[in-house]
């Protein structure tokens, strides 16, 4: 690695810009994550999801158009922390079901890691769908079920369950 | 379905429905055959069948748990958030929120977050990968598809003819050839463009437009269109987790290493003036700064976990 001196071209913009996200950080750090501390119980969780959210405002090259910080570091936090609970739910209930399964062998956290990774992809992909959608395509891809039965189960035709279930592949598979 | 899938994505989803089926009827299998037997086909069901892999299903020990996990409501979060957020929300309305909530780009075709790499498709399979922190939209220019790469850096072999906008205000645009791979990517105030195998007419904010050819990279900013020494190897870097800077200014160098690290990284004083020329891996980013602060005469500090100055 080498290095050279050289004035770079003088850049206003990106002066004026690093001027509004330190003067908002100092304005707003605390109040967010007091505000985040009240909502999520713990300093170091809300910390981290203040952090966070200022990352977020830190990536809008359009900071001119902010009008209301406050308010849209609101609306990125809302956001995060709803990843951060659901994330959360995810993990809990997946480990406590897999603790229910006494024939289950002991994952290593490294592949427990992975499924939690795994399990929020396929969750945030499903929220697209609606309940039933969701339902069918739980009961086609992880209890085996066939069309007639998750049709019988669900009060609707085979027909839409097919339907529900190439809706389900198309969220869960990222096109190439 | 998602308007970007390929038609064989689209065929293999529809094929996988239908076999999930009761016992499929011979003739059933034998169309399925037919259908695998064109290589893109083949690909499309080998992607599907990877992914269902990873997703796990029927038959796997923790299939019963992931359903179970999969099955946890949502709504009591979302009411709690209401009720702990209170009116904030509503708070964010008109124009300044709105152009606030498309520079975030949750709106963009193809985003990615910090430190995470993405690949893409257009209709006309059209490959197009990604740095981390990158957003892209979508749109067309006459019968040309248009890629507008507000944030970040792109790699894109075009298929036909493509047009390309690069900035936030697509302050540099270009015009793509069938069989161009062209790079482009934003750091700081300038735009890089690198083209191999075809052309690229470069449009930039000032002067004529220029035709790039293959092998060609340069730089752009708001003194015009300049040569970069940069080969399309090292342009295109990113795809290997590296960056490799040519007499770049530090703000700028620390703007392309932002993609990777959560947080704000800023230069202050007189490192700010400093031009740096180099290899970096972007995939362990405390080390590169660490060794960075150790090559020149700069001093790191953090503040909180939200903002790192080098001064």
């Given at each position: 690695m080498d290095s050279a001196l050289i004035t770079p071209r003088p850049r206003p913009v990106p002066a004026l810009r690093q001027q509004f996200l330190s003067t908002e950080f100092r304005r707003s750090y605390g109040w967010l994550a007091a505000s985040m501390h009240r909502l999520v119980g713990c300093r170091n969780d809300a910390e981290d999801l203040a952090s966070s959210a200022f990352t977020e405002l830190a990536?809008?090259?359009?900071?001119?158009?902010?009008?209301q910080p406050r308010a849209l570091l609101t609306t990125i936090a809302r956001r995060l922390t709803f990843e951060f609970w659901r994330r959360r739910d995810l993990e809990r209930d997946y480990l406590d079901a897999l603790a229910r399964q006494p024939e289950c062998h002991d994952a290593s956290p490294e592949e427990l890691c992975l499924a939690v990774e795994e399990l929020v992809r396929i969750d945030a992909a499903l929220r697209r769908l609606s309940a039933r959608a969701r339902e069918a395509f739980l009961l086609s891809q992880?209890?085996?079920?066939?069309y007639a039965e998750i049709a019988e189960r669900l009060g609707v035709s085979s027909s839409m369950v097919r339907k529900y279930v190439a809706q389900a592949l198309d969220a869960c598979w990222p096109a190439a | 379905m998602t308007a970007a899938r390929p038609a064989a994505e689209r065929e293999a989803i529809d094929w996988e429905v239908r076999l999930r089926g009761?016992?499929?009827e011979p003739g059933e299998l034998r169309a399925f055959a037919a259908w695998h037997a064109v290589p893109e086909h083949a690909a499309a069901w080998a992607a599907l069948q990877q992914r269902l892999g990873r997703m796990g299903?029927?038959?796997?020990?923790?299939a019963g748990a992931i359903a179970q996990a999969l099955r946890s409501p949502v709504q009591e979060r979302r009411r709690a958030l209401r009720a702990g957020f209170g009116?904030?929300?509503?708070?964010?309305?008109?124009w300044g929120g709105l152009r606030a909530v498309h520079a975030l780009g949750l709106d963009a075709d193809w985003r990615s977050s910090v430190g995470q790499r993405g690949e893409g498709r257009l209709a006309d399979g059209t490959p197009l990968r990604f740095d981390a922190a990158t957003r892209i939209d979508l749109g067309a220019d006459g019968a040309m598809p248009r890629l507008h790469l507000r944030q970040g850096q792109l790699l894109v072999g075009a298929r036909g003819p493509l047009a390309l906008a690069i900035g936030a205000t697509a302050v540099v645009t270009a015009v793509v050839t069938g069989g161009a791979h062209v790079a482009a990517g934003r750091v700081g105030g300038r735009t890089l463009v690198a083209v191999r195998d075809g052309t690229a007419t470069l449009h930039p904010p000032q002067g004529k437009p220029q035709r790039l050819d293959a092998g060609q990279t340069v730089q752009v900013d708001a003194g015009g269109v300049q040569p970069s020494s940069l080969s399309f190897a090292a342009a295109t870097a990113w795809t290997h987790g590296m960056l490799v800077a040519d007499r770049l200014p530090l703000p700028d160098l620390l703007d392309a290493f932002g993609r990777y690290h959560p947080g704000l990284l800023r230069a202050g004083g007189a490192a700010a003036t400093r031009s740096i020329s180099g290899v970096f891996q972007l995939v362990d980013l405390d080390a590169t700064l660490h060794q960075l602060a150790q090559a020149l005469p700069i001093e790191i500090e953090r503040y909180g976990r939200f903002l790192t100055l080098l001064t």
């Open positions: 990536a809008i090259e359009e900071f001119e158009g902010i009008r992880y209890e085996g079920l066939g | 009761a016992t499929p299903g029927h038959g796997v020990a923790h009116l904030g929300a509503l708070a964010i309305t008109g």
